[in-house]
């Protein structure tokens, strides 16, 4: 690639609220996940809250508060308030300077995701060459929804690639098939996530319709003859009825390939958390962690449609 | 794992292990006896007395015979070491030793009649009358620090093992020439020796000495043998159980062939080592070499005759995991601080390659992986050699045990070992044979051996340069006046300053060990060890006294090297470079233990770490320890060639963290030191695994003796057979990459509960929740609990 083009890419800018080291259950291999922040999608049992939103986020650990008031008087919007031991930051006020993150004596105040180019993002994930190199890995673009900031991800992918890096993109799989393309152009396999295979129901519970979703992923494998590996969340209640396992296994086996492996992702209970620690409003969701029989049970229906499956990622 | 094998483990839980003073008493016999001889033949008589004469048992379904001591589970006093006081033996009766009163009372006549000829009061002699030397001996800067005169560190240590201790040097025996060969054909060797040179004026009174010492030994241990042989033939000619009276023929027929003679089978070979292995401790730092290799042909053999199946042989390795851990030893209270206990290196090196640089995996190496994850019995240790074509399924095996918890096998790298041993002179097909002798440290089974270890706490060495050579414990001057450290205007200045102190106190340290090797040269001959190293017989001189074909005899080991990094980098960072800070500032905050300069620590705690791949920090790190090797590479060694440089901590990081002040790393005063030697600090690294290995990686571990890094993780990342293939990459992209050792430590719920109260120390910790990951401490408190609920049910 030429100099300039480089150049080029290695300038574009982007929001990232994670980069993780030794990501083992993200594809091949040892990798770098980047967790790219903004999604299109509310899913009820959303595991990363802080992901939707683009821009960076206050994240406050209430429980190592210890209502000292230090943040209180640095904080120039007048955002925080306290009553009794209680602190509260008007996340309509705060402008996310970071004041009150530095004063923290307890470290209960973070600041997640930031603005940061392509070229150092690329930095980060090849210094892990060797790792890559030693166990056929690379790096795995996550989120969020890597779509959301397509010409980001473009420029990382397309960076990667050009330093012989192994690319992987996790995606809901909603966006217009241009804007997937152009991101797919650099990208060696693709993680699609399959929340429901019901549209009344994905509507309901992600707040988007699956229709293109399933054409994307149609697309994705025998247009452009991209390797998938198949993602089900799976949340009790949500989408884990036999009925939906098994539409989504014959969508899998037929309109797919039986060849694509399954890695089923039992829901935990990380984003209930977390959606204190952004200060949101909850929107009620309280789920289960699926029993070890349950997911068996759910391995048993997707064999017997001759998928091969994993539990966890 | 059997029903036999279970019930043999649960016996293992008992109250009390009896302190015994059997081998001191016949050792107090023989003393007596053999005044005027030479002191050689005297310690040959010594093990001649007690071979022939302690007291032996075979216990309830042991498959093949030997005990360390007179008495099941006991432990022998070590009176060669130092003394047990009254205080020291109330403090064991306290724990889980015990005594009976009539021996505790002969114990004291016994100490009275030995006359503490022992090691610590022959060392202390030189110590204390060297004025450089006392304060740096009473300093702590070689761990334990010295309280006395004729105490040393204080207490003295017991121990199971029948040979002549104490055995803390690190030696690699032929075992293989004790199988091959055995006891019979050693004694002719000398006999004929000593016919040679009987008439010639040439050799020295010493090899005739040495040679006489060699046959009495030998002599002795085919005695001791016998006495088994007897005695399992008494029992078996009582025993009414008709498959137990043929295990215990079988142990009396091997018993009267080896070690006089060479095993015929693999039973015969494990019986012989066994009697090989007993005589090398008591030590703690006992090293069975290479057993995978010179085991195998006798397994292959009776493999292949259909004479014994794996299931047999895993039995029998199984059984010597649970004869090892009988093997006891505790030392004085101060020590037992700080070893934790009953800490004990009985190291197994297995995998690797071949003399000719084949795979040396073979069945063995699989089964006694096997045995030590059927089991969970903590000794003996199990260190994995790995090389470019190591199998994936062995890793694999290897992390299956490490999933357990055990922290076993450690991993240690082919090549950076074998470039050590060529880079001091031996040949590439020896160099292949090192093995793993106490924790790390590589020796060359026969041709070399390590006798003294400083363990040299760097980060003291750092606290007495910022105090212009004084030590701030108890000021007094132990080093040099290198300056004023707040005169110094440049950071070249500050670091040229701090190297000048290092080399002279790693000077000092250098002439303690050599007080100690010539100290352990006059009170330590031991003719059984050197009968089994390279052409013993015609050399015709104890191990102590040759010199080896490579002379690893004195080593110097450094603590809190990277607490030292990191603060140089802080230093140059905050004072020199940005000037946030001025020198009198950090040094008042220091001295104060960051008492009222919370802010001030803070931004120190903010500076470069090492273990988070950042060349700014991690270059100095490689230079200081470079540094500190070709500075001890220029000293010379009592016994011939020069200081060697190690780095583990082993556990010297907390009583080495104990002495050294409040550091510009953010450290406090007294907090413990990194682990190992390539460990980041303890909650300093912060971009996982992948960055710490980076870093590590920038460090020139080949010319290290020994280099050490601990990782953590969470069962939730060694879930499924993918996960451990992945670690098994991990382990192999650093050691192409120049590491030397990396061990594993699988996180348990008393870690999380501990990173839950103290969440500074605990940064590092990276749980994985069902295809999502993040650090264990940013996590709420709910799902803490149920995290850490999860690990205990390994559900995770």
């Known amino acids: 690639m030429e100099n300039k083009r480089i150049h080029d890419l290695e300038e574009i800018k982007g929001f990232v609220f994670d980069i993780q080291h030794y990501a083992i259950h993200d594809g091949p291999g040892i990798r770098t996940t980047v967790f790219l922040s903004g999604c299109p999608l509310k899913c009820l049992w959303c595991q990363n809250p802080e992901s939707q939103e683009l821009y960076p986020q206050l994240f406050f650990s209430y429980d190592k508060c210890t209502g000292c008031g230090k943040c209180i008087s640095v904080c120039t919007q007048n955002a925080i308030s306290q009553n009794g031991s209680v602190v509260q930051t008007d996340r309509n006020l705060c402008k996310i300077c970071g004041k009150c993150v530095t004063i923290c004596p307890n470290e209960a105040r973070t600041i997640i995701g930031k603005e940061i180019t392509a070229g150092e993002v690329l930095n980060e994930v090849s210094s892990d060459k060797m790792f890559y190199q030693e166990s056929n890995g690379g790096v795995t673009l996550s989120g969020g929804e890597v779509l959301v900031q397509h010409e980001f991800s473009c420029a990382i992918l397309e960076l990667c690639k050009n330093e012989n890096i192994h690319t992987a993109i996790e995606t809901s799989g909603y966006g217009s098939w241009e804007t997937l393309k152009n991101v797919l152009t650099f990208t060696d396999l693709v993680l699609f996530d399959f929340k429901h295979f019901d549209d009344s129901e994905h509507i309901k519970f992600t707040g988007v319709s699956n229709e293109t979703i399933l054409e994307n992923a149609k697309k994705i494998y025998h247009e452009l003859k991209i390797p998938i590996v198949a993602r089900l969340p799976i949340i009790p209640d949500c989408n884990d009825s036999i009925m939906n396992i098994k539409q989504t296994a014959n969508f899998i086996s037929t309109m797919l390939d039986k060849l694509i492996k399954v890695h089923l992702l039992p829901y935990n209970n990380l984003g209930e958390q977390k959606h204190k620690n952004l200060e949101q409003s909850w929107n009620g969701f309280s789920g289960t962690i699926p029993s070890d029989k349950k997911m068996n049970e759910i391995t048993k229906i997707l064999e017997s449609y001759g998928l091969s499956v994993k539990i966890g990622g | ?796």
């Open chain 2, 1 to 796: 794992m059997n029903d036999r094998i279970k019930r043999m483990i649960d016996r293992l839980k008992v109250d009390k292990y009896p302190l015994c003073i059997e081998k001191f008493r016949l050792a107090t016999q023989t003393l007596a006896e053999t005044e005027g001889e030479p002191y050689i033949i005297r310690r040959a008589k010594i093990l001649s007395n007690v071979l022939n004469n302690i007291n032996i048992f075979i216990e309830q379904d042991e498959l093949f015979a030997g005990a360390g001591a007179s008495k099941p589970f006991g432990l022998e006093i070590d009176y060669e070491y130092g003394t047990w006081t009254q205080d020291e033996i109330d403090s064991l009766k306290q724990e889980q030793y015990s005594i009976t009163a009539q021996e505790e009372a002969e114990l004291h006549v016994l100490n009275a009649k030995f006359n503490d000829r022992n090691l610590v009061s022959a060392m202390g002699e030189v110590l204390y009358e060297n004025e450089r030397l006392r304060p740096f001996i009473t300093s702590g800067l070689i761990l334990p620090p010295w309280k006395g005169k004729k105490v040393g560190s204080g207490g003295g240590y017991a121990q199971s093992g029948l040979g002549l201790g104490p055995g803390f040097f690190l030696v690699g025996v032929d075992y293989e020439k004790m199988l091959s060969e055995g006891s019979l054909k050693i004694i002719s060797q000398a006999q004929e020796e000593l016919e040679r040179i009987k008439d010639s004026n040439g050799e020295s009174l010493e090899k005739q000495n040495f040679l006489q010492s060699v046959i009495i030994v030998h002599k002795a241990i085919i005695a001791f043998a016998n006495r088994y042989a007897q005695l399992a033939q008494e029992i078996a000619s009582t025993e009414k159980d008709s498959t137990r009276k043929k295990e215990l023929e079988r142990i009396a027929q091997a018993c009267k062939w080896v070690p006089a003679n060479p095993a015929r089978d693999f039973f015969e070979a494990l019986q012989s080592f066994w009697f090989t292995f007993l005589l090398i401790c008591p030590s703690p730092t006992s090293a069975a070499g290479r057993f995978d290799q010179y085991m195998y042909p006798f397994y292959k053999k009776d493999k292949n005759a259909g004479k014994i199946n794996d299931d047999e042989v895993l039995e029998l390795l199984e059984f010597l995991r649970i004869k090892n851990i009988k093997l006891n030893r505790v030392s004085g209270k101060a020590n037992r601080k700080k070893n934790s206990g009953m800490a004990k290196w009985h190291n197994w090196t297995i995998g690797g390659v071949t003399r000719d640089g084949k795979d040396a995996t073979n069945e063995l190496t699989y089964l006694l992986l096997e045995a030590a994850k059927q089991t969970q019995i903590p000794h003996h240790t199990l260190t994995l050699r790995v090389h470019d074509n190591t199998p994936i399924e062995l890793m694999q095996k290897a992390l299956e045990v490490i999933r357990t918890g055990l922290g076993m096998p450690a991993f240690v790298n082919d090549k950076s070992y074998i470039e050590f041993f060529r880079k001091n002179g031996l040949s590439l097909e020896d160099s292949r044979e090192y093995i793993m002798t106490g924790c790390l440290d590589g020796n060359i089974p026969a041709l070399s051996r390590t006798v003294s270890i400083g363990m040299f706490v760097v980060s003291l060495a750092f606290d007495i340069f910022m105090h212009n050579g004084i030590n701030p414990n108890n000021d007094e001057l132990v080093g040099i006046n290198t300056g004023n450290v707040e005169d110094m205007e440049t950071y070249q200045e500050f670091k040229a300053a701090f190297y000048k102190q290092l080399e002279y106190l790693l000077d000092l340290a250098g002439e303690r060990n050599n007080v100690e090797l010539l100290a352990q040269r006059q009170f330590f001959p031991d003719p059984f060890r050197s009968s089994l190293m390279k052409d013993a017989i015609k050399e015709g001189k104890d191990l102590l006294n040759r010199k080896m074909p490579f002379e690893n005899g004195s080593v110097i080991c450094t603590i809190g090297a990277i607490n030292v990094a990191d603060s140089l980098a802080a230093v140059k960072k905050l004072v020199y470079e940005d000037k946030k800070v001025t020198m009198k500032e950090l040094v008042a905050a220091l001295d104060a233990d960051w008492t009222g300069y919370e802010d001030l620590r803070k931004m120190f705690l903010n500076a470069p770490k090492y273990g988070n791949d950042d060349d700014y920090v991690d270059s100095i790190a490689a230079d200081l320890y470079k540094f500190v090797e070709q500075t001890l590479a220029k000293k010379d060694s009592a016994y011939g060639g020069k200081i060697i440089t190690t780095a583990i901590s082993i556990t010297s990081h907390q009583p080495g963290g104990a002495l050294t002040g409040a550091t510009p790393d953010g450290r406090r005063k007294g907090e413990i030191l990194a682990d190992g030697s390539m460990s980041p600090m303890h909650g300093m690294d912060k971009k996982g695994p992948t960055a710490i290995i980076k870093s590590a990686c920038k460090i020139d571990q080949d010319s290290y003796q020994a280099t050490l890094l601990n990782m953590k993780f969470h069962p939730s990342s060694l879930k499924t057979n993918e996960d451990l293939q992945k670690l098994s990459f991990l382990i192999k992209a650093y050691f192409k990459n120049g590491g030397k050792h990396v061990q594993f430590n699988v996180i348990d719920k008393k870690t999380l509960q501990d990173a839950q109260i103290t969440p500074e120390k605990h940064r590092d910790i990276v749980v994985r929740v069902a295809g999502y990951s993040a650090y264990f401490t940013v996590l709420g408190k709910e799902v803490q609990d149920e995290v850490i609920e999860r690990t205990e049910l390994n559900l995770v």
